[in-house]
């Protein structure tokens, strides 16, 4: 059914079939079919049922309505109620999901098919998935657990798989058509304002349009309060707050957005695609740096600069020959750009660092026809090609502003001309036994390359590497009833070391991080069963999990007398903490258990609940130091989320949610020096919301989060922010 300038998602009785970016283009319904499904949609109050494409694997969706109606303050904010995914925040405007303990390098985003990773990645959380609009997602899909096999490196811990909204392509009575929307977003935790408006226009369902610009203006976020840590009892540090005791310091930014989607539909079979997304981000602190707790209150860090556009083509044709049913194949092109900003608190000088990776990729995906083997038994095939090269330009300078003049270091944060490519051939197949039993198998060849000179006066190594691996993943789905079945899978994660790992300088929460180009690949090997029941009345996903991280990356203690000289404006000498990056001399595990659990009540009423456990520990990087073996870097505490829903043929709808952690006290070597972590580890929490809106489909939406209601102090386990205080987020938006 056809989503109308995303202002609504089709509400049914039964599941709702998946439409993967690989799929072919969906049907477009007649004005006639179209008036009967808007009259199933209002006298219905069920929620709709959306599969995850991976459907055997552990993998949850997040609609465009749970956008609509949680109204998460961005792509990682998103993801905070689905079983296996804690979120961390560095600053109010960067935020990264964990997946199953891991997050950053190890953890792949793709956007309508299309690989977001680079490499420049950071060890631990990064920002980058910040950088979708949430307001152009159809759906969001998480899938947990390694799958390399599908989505190449990085892909260790999981994928986000980030689908966005496509234009109507309406038939009607008239050759053309056209949808507005317009909406406005407030929230009173930090003063946010902002908009979008958008468009959707179109020809005779062949050519279609859509698009839109957004705004809004974020300042200080104001929490429930500080935060003490368990260990001590002590006042944690970071952040630090005004004299009001809640108003946080080091956050607040502003964003703009603009996004285009062509769509032509050149017949029945083949349908061309031409994408363009632009995210820009300003005027955006880095909290536990702005100002950092050893330096005056006038050091600051701020992310002047954080940009990412994207622009691609991509062919789509379905009903071809048997060997190639349905084809999908990208060409994109990326430009992700950072320039940081450190005011010292002397004013005497300014330190500026500027960074960009130009991304050119592509990839196929081809699935054939189901081919019928015997009675009861049916073999499809999937199979394709990836490659994405990055260019790296960076570089780092002093403004001494007292005399106008600038200093240019011999080096950025990366070394400049750097190449990166990661590449990969594979492929997959599906058995399937009397619809009693599916098998899956496949595997993929995957080429890395990084090249970058050296700088000998800031005595940093040339790189110059190829890596060549193989991984392969399976599993198997037994329906043991109807509506209930039992899954085992087997996959296999990958991950070559990226320019950050070999090339980069850098302040991090623990302290200065060094490069070493003579890092190792990493891999995993991930093992989970659970069962997933699709009844009427009840949909049921558990999971038990192992990860084994071979060769893991993380970072090893050294003297801040063996600082390197030079090295941009990452001041490792002056420095409390130093770190290199080493590849872990045994394996590193990451086990526990995910799983959600969703009832279709009477009445409208309905209930969802989803509950999460990591427990990760691999070598001490300090050879011969006992413990032998240690905590991995912030892996999050027990924790999970509750819904509660209440829905109306009228349009009308009320919920309650609540989101809680245990507090962890589980610490990596580097999490003890890490300022933005408590004494002894990060208390847990527990927070309510209340919910309530209206819509009147496809016209008008008014949606209301109390958010917050007792005013709770907490904080996510590794983040520099606590969360919002008790808050209104209001969103209105008016469609004609």
């Known amino acids: 059914m056809p989503f109308k300038a995303g202002l609504k998602e089709p509400v049914t009785e039964g599941p709702i079939a998946p439409t993967p970016v690989e799929a072919a283009p969906p049907p477009r319904l007649t004005p006639e079919a179209k008036a009967r499904a808007s009259k199933v949609g209002r006298t219905t109050v069920r929620e709709p049922r959306v599969k995850a494409v991976n459907d055997t694997r552990a993998a949850t969706v997040v609609t465009r309505r749970d956008l609509e109606e949680r109204l998460p303050r961005s792509a990682p904010d998103a993801l905070r109620f689905e079983p296996g995914v804690y979120v961390q925040q560095t600053a109010h405007g960067q935020g990264s999901p964990y997946v199953r303990g891991l997050t950053g390098q190890q953890t792949i985003m793709m956007f309508d098919g299309i690989r977001l990773n680079n490499s420049t990645f950071r060890q631990g959380p990064n920002q980058y998935f910040f950088t979708i609009d ?68 179109g020809y005779k369902g062949k050519v279609g349009l859509f698009g839109g610009v957004g705004y809004r203006d974020v300042g200080l976020l104001r929490a429930g309060g500080k935060i003490f840590a368990p260990g001590d009892g002590s006042e944690v540090k970071v952040p630090l707050f005004a004299a009001d005791g809640v108003t946080q310091r080091g956050t607040g930014f502003r964003e703009f957005t603009a996004d285009a989607r062509l769509v032509w539909q050149v017949d029945d079979r083949r349908r061309i695609t031409l994408g363009y997304y632009d995210y820009r981000q300003r005027d955006a602190p880095r909290t536990d740096r702005c100002p950092p707790v050893t ?38 092109f990326q430009n992700q750009h950072e320039r940081r ?32 083997l015997a009675r009861g038994v049916a073999l499809k095939l999937s199979y394709g090609l990836d490659t994405y090269v990055d260019f790296i330009a960076s570089e780092a300078w002093n403004v001494y502003l007292d005399v106008g003049m600038t200093s240019k270091y011999s080096r950025g944060q990366y070394l400049d001309g750097g190449k990166y490519m990661t590449s990969g051939i594979w492929s997959e197949g599906q058995l399937s036994f009397y619809d009693r039993l599916e098998l899956r198998a496949g595997g993929r060849g995957a080429l890395v390359l ?37 899954l085992v899978n087997l996959d ?45 009345r009840l949909e049921l996903q558990v999971f038990g999990f192992q990860s084994t991280i071979h060769g893991m990356i ?28 080493v590849n872990f001399a045994g394996p590193s595990v990451v086990r526990g258990i995910d799983g959600a659990v969703r009832l279709f009540l009477p009445a409208g009423f309905g209930v969802r609940a989803t509950v999460a456990y990591a427990w990760g520990d691999g070598p001490n990087p300090i050879a011969g130091n006992t413990p032998v073996r240690l905590p991995l870097s912030r892996v999050p505490p027990l924790n999970g989320t509750a819904e509660v829903s209440w829905r109306h043929a009228s349009g009308f709808y009320l919920a309650g949610a609540l ?20 004494t002894g580890g990060t208390p847990g929490f527990a927070v309510a919301d209340l919910r309530a809106g209206y819509r009147f489909q496809p016209h008008a939406l008014v949606a209301l989060v109390l958010e917050n209601i007792t005013n709770a102090a907490y904080r996510y386990h590794g983040s520099s922010i606590n969360g919002p205080g008790r808050s209104l987020n209001i969103l209105l938006e008016v469609g004609l």
Request: proline share 5%; with cysteine.
């Open 134 to 201: 949430s307001r152009t997602l159809q759906k969001l899909e998480v899938l947990r657990g390694a799958s390399s096999t599908r989505y190449g490196a990085d892909a260790m811990g999981g994928a986000l798989l980030a689908t966005p909204i496509e234009p109507t392509l309406e038939v009607g009575p008239r050759s053309w058509y056209g949808h507005s929307k317009a909406a406005m977003r407030t929230g009173t935790a930090d003063g946010e304002l902002g908009g979008r408006a958008q468009l959707d226009v």
């Open 295 to 332: 330096a005056p209150q006038g050091d600051c860090l701020i992310y002047d600069q954080q940009d990412r556009t994207l622009v691609y083509a991509a062919f789509d044709a379905r009903r071809g020959p048997a060997a190639a049913e349905t084809v999908r194949w990208t060409v994109s």
């Open 341 to 372: 900003r450190h005011d010292p608190a002397s004013r005497k000088y300014r330190g500026i660092g500027s960074d960009d990776v130009r991304t050119v990729g592509t990839g196929l995906r081809i699935d054939t026809r189901e081919f019928r």
């Open 450 to 486: 990084a090249r970058a000179a050296g700088d000998p006066k800031s005595e940093s190594a040339a790189v110059d590497k190829l890596w060549g691996t193989g991984v392969a993943g399976g599993g198997l789905a037994l329906r043991l009833v109807d509506g209930v079945r039992w």
């Open 492 to 536: 296999q994660g990958y991950r070559a070391p990226n320019m950050d790992d070999l090339t980069s300088r850098q302040q991090t929460g623990a302290g200065w991080q060094g490069e070493n180009a003579a890092l190792r690949p990493e891999k995993a090997l991930s093992v989970e069963t659970g069962f997933k029941v699709e009844r009427p």
């Open 554 to 581: 993380g970072r090893s203690p050294f003297d801040i007398s063996d600082c390197p000289p030079g090295g941009g404006d990452t001041g490792c000498a002056a420095s409390k903490t130093a770190f290199r990056l």
């Open 659 to 678: 989101r809680w952690a245990r507090a962890q006290t589980r610490l990596a070597l580097a999490d003890t020096a890490d300022r933005r972590i408590p």
